[in-house]
């Protein structure tokens, strides 16, 4: 089994969620980053992930979910709301799924982050 590798949008782009989440193991990268600036669009957001071969998790649900009919062959998207989530949940949730899912389940896929809510 292949990890996902994730992409954190500007939206949730925790350092402590990243910082977490490498420190079990996972790929996750962030906006900003070297390939990425803080203000770069949802668009390129997606386009960049995809392009890296990463998975991208957002509180932009509305926005998102109109770029993946867009942009059908994107990496993944996880969608979250925003007010459902303290940062230990969020972080036991994505580290859940990041551990569960395979790479290869992600290409083309939007799914829901209460998935992996305990």
């Not at 402590?16 to 668009?43: F, I, N, S, Y």
């Not at 998102?64 to 989530?85: D, E, K, N, S, T």
């Amino acid at each position: 089994m292949v990890k996902p590798r994730l992409h954190l949008d500007a939206d949730v782009s925790y350092r402590t969620l990243q910082k977490v989440l490498r420190e079990r193991g996972h790929d996750v990268t962030r906006t900003p980053c070297e390939w990425m600036p803080l203000d770069a669009t949802d668009e390129q957001q997606l386009l960049q992930a995809t392009a890296r071969g990463r998975c991208i998790l957002t509180f932009n649900i509305g926005d998102f979910m109109q770029l993946a009919r867009q942009y059908p062959g994107h990496g993944g998207i996880i969608l979250a709301h925003q007010q459902a989530w303290t940062l230990p949940s969020l972080i036991a949730a994505v580290d859940n799924m990041l551990s569960q899912t395979d790479a290869s389940d992600w290409p083309g896929q939007v799914r829901w982050l209460n998935e992996w809510k305990k």
